[in-house]
């Protein structure tokens, strides 16, 4: 048992840690929520630089990581900067490319890893909620070739990616596991409308038509579901992560007011009714830290083990999220309401972290339901 | 006990309802039902409406033309409004400034500016809160010196709703350093078109701009705008605290948004069925309509007590308290309830005029901005840390 | 619209609280606590004198009251005096005989209200839990008289009543609604075995084996599922007045506890995070009041309704009261633990309150449904 | 990070886990799972048993007599005797003042007290609480006063848990009223059959009888008998709330806890089904066993830091909190569960040697009251607005 990151890791993070916040200050911010992609490219280059792209791999799919506490380390410290650029996208996307691609296919994740190309995972849908088996896109295969129909729904980094792994259904009924595939599809091709738009975590999603898209299988055709759930546990347990540093931000913000701001005469971190709220808070986030622990820690077990954890830790990093941004907005009073501190787009995109892969009460039920089955 | 309403209360309820059904416009009741921002000329439209009615100012004597209604009257007003999504009345004038002139204010000052607030004349604003002094109002900066005839204001203001609108703000500016800080205090009506007056937006955490910063550089007031004695202003807005607080439950616009999220939890879907049918989402609507049963007869018992005549205690600071904690948590499921399509931002699709489609259905497009906009109810108008307080102190008289 | 009280039920509650304040002291307590009934006599018969046992009784049954409100007036006092007189089981198995009874079997009421026979109301069994319609206990018709067989489960005062109005199956299967009849039992009745105990609520109880006893139907056979929901809807109004009483109760030991009791030298109500808690606590506790009205005032109203805040009511005061104990408890600390001190016998009562007709669990999800169901 | 055990850490566990199978038993085991109250008898028994394997002082170094376990090893030993429903260790002697005459004592005081201690010699009670001084030890007044070679005591404790079985109290108690409040304390061991002890139960709101009142009038004490310096006695007592706090988190008891509430809710049936089947209790049972499994890796990863040397800071009290409040929901969980067979108060039953029949199912006889008991675990060992506090003033730094 041991609880302390390796020399590597604890040097990624140092370094990370020291890049975000010398590269995504204020004014990088700010120009980011005014641009058009929704991140910063100086950034996103100088991640890719460092190596944090080539971490959510393993070294035999050309990186130098792909473990869950790889993906904890890089995703805590983005969550602890605030950063919207879209590598979280990589982690299910890229993952199953080099799970099921072909040696061709997999040659994507080389440009990937060297930050010169992005990816989205287009699988949800309009209704499909976080059901992860509802798809109605369909694939109709002509000879060797596949074609795309139908719509996803929120895909973030949709219109910034190169190529986008998209589901679709080539045989089964709509909420079946059975016959889910996977397929490659470039940004630019012909059929596929692209509705790009802000989201409220601070980066950009779009929604996706389809129509007739010519688009590549990826792995075999109808067996893609175990898969699917498989990089949503990794994509959940890098959520979780990002989600755990930003809960640190708003954390570090609010013990900060609490120290500077006067009321009555004295620091209102002297007022013992806020003391106590902010010891609940550290309390829980404690906890939010362990449970991402055991997410990263199960990413490789069987499989009920496995989703046993994604819900738990879901379940509870939803509920914490909630706790922390509105207990952090309370005890800030009105600046915490303010677009233009720091708190305002912390707390909006750690909100909008209950919205990706299933929510607090979906989990919730979940968990007991697997755990009755059990 | 009896918790029915009285024949003459029902026919009030009534005719309520009837002048709604004739008057209230379908454009303003679609943008307040979609949520979708209110022009400054909508405000209008409706005050207007009302006004010509006579019941613009619920809260005001008959003499000063006002409606002369009970507590349960302006109650059974307020729920027929909300529940027709009317806009909601601007507070300023009607709720915070009228009271205040008819109880302290000079007769000039009466017969000068109440008919105004009524015709909608002016658009009032309010200059309460600084930076350093939100819900410690007495160590306010704002400072205004006598200089012959006029008093010379410098300072800012925050927090001032709608001030992008207003043409006439009232403020509460530091006339005197001597004594306790609440004491060199006075309530002075300050026009927002003189030199020196200056207006910046503050864009909050949802996108919106309904608030702002008030900056006064040398701004020259008549001494005849000065509101009740110098130095007493602490009082007046004691006072107008007092009478802010009416409503302060908000039970009409719980009501209104419990009907809405059901009508979403009916229409999302989860594992094939409405979202309304899973157990556990249907449980947590269900925790929080109880609260709100319970909570609107708290209200009632207070309105109905009040309307007797009988003066509110530390029951205000419980309705306020859970009240806006209900309104919260009603905001928190309807963005739970939207799911994914919680996230996009596209709040251009909200602003007046926007030929913007929305994404996702339309119901979503507000969710998350409305739950991050009300964490203010809880902020503003007397923290609920600041309501804790007061009952604590009223019950353990410590 | 009138929240006050009518005169007479005002002088009501003014006589009642003087009353049990004169009568049910600290000795008086312990006494009961120590005896082998589980109440006062001297409280019991002056509450008879009093004419309390009447106001739950209307005009026409032969009292002077039986509305919601005379229900939550009376309960409320008792509730706040911690009394363990068993006056609620009168409101179920009173309410039951005075509406289903033959004249001769309402002529006991006169009994009742003189306060020289108790009542009890036997339909809970042993699995039962809080489902209204599961009665397992079988009656069997001989001619005239029927003879009951089977178990009752904790049934409150069995071992004090004279009469025990009976719940049975004469038709339908063990969960139906049809096919249940009332009964009207001597408590000496042949083949009746009563297993008298205290409870944790301060009175005493009985677990009930019926073997071929011999009853009286009450009302009509096979329909009294309706009744039977109508009258622990007017025992949920009481038992839910009681715990608001009781809640009472708690405030005040709680508000006194920290003006007089000081910790680093000064009265621990001075320290910002009880009277926060203390707050919190008050604000509930008038939700509690207000649950207690809406149900009180609609209990005339018709099923749907009235069932609706049946369910809202106890999921409040269930909530409320769990809330109201923890937290008086712990702002009192070690003293608020022991037996001695007054909290604990108005904790552990106040706690019971949810482990009867249905806990705060049991009606969320009702309450759930019937929504749903609308 | 590796959140899994080394094959030493491993073959402990089976090792533990043997000497539970052979070793525990049965009726001792039962008593435990059906929550029985134990006699004396009990648990001398159990220490015997573990004394004769050398398990009993797990937190002892070995020259004392003690296992020498790392934080690890006490970790595993402790899930295991749990899961394994053995008794707990009767912690006074043992767990507080081993380690403090270990740190403090005299060579005489180790080497006669400390084998006494393992052997079942003395049964030990906790001399602290005083009434008035619960959180605030500082405060205590129970006096000591030198005279000749011995000490004169007279005052009172209190919350002695278990004092009843004691023969011995480790006490502090006040030697000097000058400097700061506590500065005048002394840590004295004090045998409970000198005269002028009276020792009073303390009936809990359980009905249980597990604390007491030590009353002390005119004692005698030897001066051998104050454990280091006079008027230092903070510093020691201060050393043994640290100990104290190992296992603090208590997940142990949690585990057990919550797989007796599950067993409890597979058996009991509302609407006809298994009320683990109800969504809306599983619900609850589910959110408390993820809030289980995140304390628990936190309880790991304090103990793993503890285990290479580092000491835990607010980590300790954030755990206490956790810890106890998942335990305290688990209890009132539990006591939802059982349904209106929590009511019956037939607390003979739970006696030791009782021929008492409970009333319904076994499982439910104990369940309010071990509710209503375990209110105790956010109180003593510091309350967790003790803990909050701490905590506070750690990360705040105000």
Same mark, same amino acid.
């Given at each position: 048992?041991?609880?302390?990151?390796?020399?590597?890791?604890?040097?990624?993070?140092?370094?990370?840690?020291?890049?975000?916040?010398?590269?995504?200050?204020?004014?990088?911010?700010?120009?980011?929520?005014?641009?058009?992609?929704?991140?910063?490219?100086?950034?996103?280059?100088?991640?890719?630089?460092?190596?944090?792209?080539?971490?959510?791999?393993?070294?035999?799919?050309? =990186?130098?990581? $792909?473990?869950?506490? @790889? !993906? &904890?380390? #890089?995703?805590? *410290?983005?969550? +602890?900067? /605030?950063? %919207?650029?879209?590598?979280?996208?990589?982690?299910?996307?890229?993952?199953?490319?080099?799970?099921?691609?072909?040696?061709?296919?997999?040659?994507?994740?080389?440009?990937?890893?060297?930050?010169?190309?992005?990816?989205?995972?287009?699988? =949800?849908?309009? $209704?499909?909620?976080? @059901? !992860? &088996?509802? #798809?109605?896109? *369909?694939?109709? +295969?002509? /000879?060797? %070739?596949?074609?795309?129909?139908?719509?996803?729904?929120?895909?973030?980094?949709?219109?910034?990616?190169?190529?986008?792994?998209?589901?679709?259904?080539?045989?089964?009924?709509?909420?079946?596991?059975?016959?889910?595939?996977?397929?490659?599809?470039?940004?630019?091709?012909?059929?596929?409308?692209?509705?790009?738009?802000?989201?409220?975590?601070?980066?950009?999603?779009?929604?996706?038509?389809?129509?007739?898209?010519?688009?590549?299988?990826?792995?075999?055709?109808?067996?893609?579901?175990?898969?699917?759930?498989?990089?949503?546990?990794?994509?959940?347990?890098?959520?979780?992560?990002?989600?755990?540093?930003?809960?640190?931000?708003?954390?570090?913000?609010?013990?900060?007011?609490?120290?500077?701001?006067?009321?009555?005469?004295?620091?209102?971190?002297?007022?013992?009714?806020?003391?106590?709220?902010?010891?609940?808070?550290?309390?829980?986030?404690?906890?939010?830290?362990?449970?991402?622990?055991?997410?990263?820690?199960?990413?490789?077990?069987?499989?009920?083990?496995?989703?046993?954890?994604?819900?738990?830790?879901?379940?509870?990093?939803?509920?914490?999220?909630?706790?922390?941004?509105?207990?952090?907005?309370?005890?800030?009073?009105?600046?915490?309401?303010?677009?233009?501190?720091?708190?305002?787009?912390?707390?909006?995109?750690?909100?909008?972290?209950?919205?990706?892969?299933?929510?607090?009460?979906?989990?919730?039920?979940?968990?007991?339901?697997?755990?009755?089955?059990? | 006990?009896?918790?029915?309403?009285?024949?003459?209360?029902?026919?009030?309820?009534?005719?309520?309802?009837?002048?709604?059904?004739?008057?209230?416009?379908?454009?303003?009741?679609?943008?307040?039902?979609?949520?979708?921002?209110?022009?400054?000329?909508?405000?209008?439209?409706?005050?207007?409406?009302?006004?010509?009615?006579?019941?613009?100012?619920?809260?005001?004597?008959?003499?000063?033309?006002?409606?002369?209604?009970?507590?349960?009257?302006?109650?059974?007003?307020?729920?027929?409004?909300?529940?027709?999504?009317?806009?909601?009345?601007?507070?300023?004038?009607?709720?915070?400034?009228?009271?205040?002139?008819?109880?302290?204010?000079?007769?000039?000052?009466?017969?000068?500016?109440?008919?105004?607030?009524?015709?909608?004349?002016?658009?009032?604003?309010?200059?309460?809160?600084?930076?350093?002094?939100?819900?410690?109002?007495?160590?306010?900066?704002?400072?205004?010196?006598?200089?012959?005839?006029?008093?010379?204001?410098?300072?800012?203001?925050?927090?001032?709703?709608?001030?992008?609108?207003?043409?006439?703000?009232?403020?509460?500016?530091?006339?005197?350093?001597?004594?306790?800080?609440?004491?060199?205090?006075?309530?002075?009506?300050?026009?927002?078109?003189?030199?020196?007056?200056?207006?910046?937006?503050?864009?909050?955490?949802?996108?919106?701009?309904?608030?702002?910063?008030?900056?006064?550089?040398?701004?020259?007031?008549?001494?005849?705008?000065?509101?009740?004695?110098?130095?007493?202003?602490?009082?007046?807005?004691?006072?107008?605290?007092?009478?802010?607080?009416?409503?302060?439950?908000?039970?009409?616009?719980?009501?209104?948004?419990?009907?809405?999220?059901?009508?979403?939890?009916?229409?999302?879907?989860?594992?094939?069925?409405?979202?309304?049918?899973?157990?556990?989402?249907?449980?947590?609507?269900?925790?929080?309509?109880?609260?709100?049963?319970?909570?609107?007869?708290?209200?009632?018992?207070?309105?109905?007590?009040?309307?007797?005549?009988?003066?509110?205690?530390?029951?205000?600071?419980?309705?306020?308290?859970?009240?806006?904690?209900?309104?919260?948590?009603?905001?928190?499921?309807?963005?739970?309830?939207?799911?994914?399509?919680?996230?996009?931002?596209?709040?251009?699709?909200?602003?007046?005029?926007?030929?913007?489609?929305?994404?996702?259905?339309?119901?979503?497009?507000?969710?998350?901005?409305?739950?991050?906009?009300?964490?203010?109810?809880?902020?503003?108008?007397?923290?609920?840390?600041?309501?804790?307080?007061?009952?604590?102190?009223?019950?353990?008289?410590?």
């Amino acid at each position: 048992m041991k609880f302390d990151l390796t020399e590597e890791r604890q040097m990624l993070q140092d370094g990370l840690r020291r890049f975000l916040a010398d590269t995504l200050d204020k004014k990088a911010r700010e120009a980011v929520a005014e641009g058009d992609t929704g991140y910063s490219q100086e950034a996103w280059d100088g991640l890719a630089e460092m190596g944090v792209i080539g971490a959510l791999f393993t070294e035999d799919e050309g =990186g130098f990581g $792909g473990a869950g506490f @790889d !993906l &904890s380390v #890089v995703f805590e *410290e983005l969550g +602890r900067a /605030g950063a %919207t650029e879209p590598l979280l996208e990589i982690v299910p996307a890229g993952g199953l490319i080099a799970r099921r691609g072909s040696d061709a296919q997999k040659a994507l994740i080389e440009d990937v890893i060297a930050g010169s190309t992005m990816l989205a995972f287009a699988h =949800g849908e309009p $209704g499909s909620r976080y @059901d !992860l &088996s509802r #798809v109605a896109t *369909e694939a109709r +295969r002509d /000879g060797d %070739t596949y074609t795309l129909t139908g719509r996803k729904a929120v895909v973030p980094a949709a219109g910034q990616a190169g190529k986008i792994v998209v589901s679709a259904r080539t045989g089964g009924d709509v909420a079946d596991e059975d016959g889910l595939s996977l397929f490659l599809v470039d940004a630019d091709a012909d059929g596929l409308d692209i509705r790009d738009y802000r989201t409220m975590a601070g980066g950009h999603a779009a929604e996706l038509a389809l129509d007739g898209v010519t688009a590549e299988l990826l792995g075999g055709e109808g067996d893609a579901y175990a898969d699917i759930e498989w990089a949503t546990a990794r994509a959940t347990a890098a959520l979780s992560a990002e989600a755990l540093g930003l809960m640190e931000a708003c954390r570090k913000l609010t013990a900060d007011y609490l120290k500077q701001r006067t009321q009555f005469g004295r620091p209102i971190g002297k007022f013992q009714a806020l003391q106590f709220r902010m010891a609940d808070m550290l309390v829980e986030i404690e906890q939010a830290r362990s449970a991402v622990i055991n997410l990263c820690g199960h990413l490789e077990a069987d499989r009920d083990t496995r989703e046993l954890h994604v819900s738990a830790t879901k379940q509870l990093i939803g509920k914490v999220a909630k706790l922390v941004v509105e207990e952090s907005i309370q005890m800030h009073g009105g600046i915490g309401m303010t677009q233009e501190y720091d708190l305002a787009h912390i707390a909006r995109r750690l909100t909008m972290a209950d919205h990706r892969f299933g929510d607090s009460t979906y989990h919730l039920g979940r968990f007991a339901r697997m755990r009755a089955a059990a | 006990m009896d918790l029915s309403y009285t024949d003459e209360q029902n026919a009030f309820r009534a005719e309520v309802r009837a002048f709604l059904d004739e008057k209230l416009p379908e454009r303003l009741s679609d943008k307040v039902r979609l949520r979708h921002e209110l022009t400054k000329e909508d405000h209008e439209e409706w005050h207007a409406i009302l006004n010509e009615r006579g019941w613009l100012a619920g809260n005001w004597p008959k003499k000063y033309g006002g409606t002369g209604w009970d507590a349960v009257q302006r109650h059974i007003f307020e729920e027929e409004t909300t529940a027709a999504h009317a806009p909601r009345i601007v507070p300023f004038g009607i709720n915070m400034l009228g009271p205040v002139l008819q109880q302290f204010g000079s007769e000039d000052q009466k017969d000068y500016w109440l008919p105004r607030i009524l015709n909608g004349d002016d658009w009032w604003c309010q200059g309460y809160s600084e930076p350093g002094a939100g819900s410690d109002l007495a160590s306010l900066k704002c400072e205004a010196k006598r200089d012959g005839d006029h008093y010379v204001v410098n300072g800012q203001k925050t927090w001032t709703t709608l001030g992008q609108h207003a043409n006439m703000i009232f403020c509460l500016v530091r006339t005197s350093k001597e004594g306790k800080p609440q004491e060199g205090i006075s309530f002075l009506l300050i026009d927002m078109n003189d030199p020196g007056v200056e207006v910046r937006p503050i864009v909050l955490i949802d996108g919106g701009a309904e608030v702002n910063e008030v900056w006064f550089k040398d701004v020259r007031v008549p001494v005849e705008n000065l509101v009740g004695e110098e130095n007493k202003g602490w009082t007046y807005a004691k006072y107008l605290l007092t009478h802010e607080r009416t409503n302060i439950a908000g039970v009409g616009f719980a009501n209104a948004a419990l009907e809405n999220l059901k009508r979403i939890a009916r229409l999302e879907h989860s594992h094939g069925r409405p979202l309304i049918e899973d157990p556990l989402f249907a449980a947590k609507v269900a925790e929080v309509e109880i609260a709100l049963m319970a909570m609107a007869t708290t209200n009632l018992r207070v309105v109905s007590a009040a309307a007797e005549g009988q003066a509110p205690g530390a029951e205000s600071s419980m309705l306020k308290i859970k009240g806006t904690v209900i309104r919260q948590e009603i905001n928190a499921l309807t963005r739970e309830a939207v799911g994914p399509y919680a996230m996009p931002f596209v709040s251009e699709a909200l602003e007046p005029g926007s030929n913007v489609e929305p994404v996702g259905p339309d119901y979503a497009l507000p969710a998350a901005a409305t739950y991050f906009n009300n964490r203010k109810l809880s902020i503003y108008g007397g923290s609920n840390e600041v309501q804790k307080t007061i009952i604590s102190k009223a019950i353990l008289e410590l």
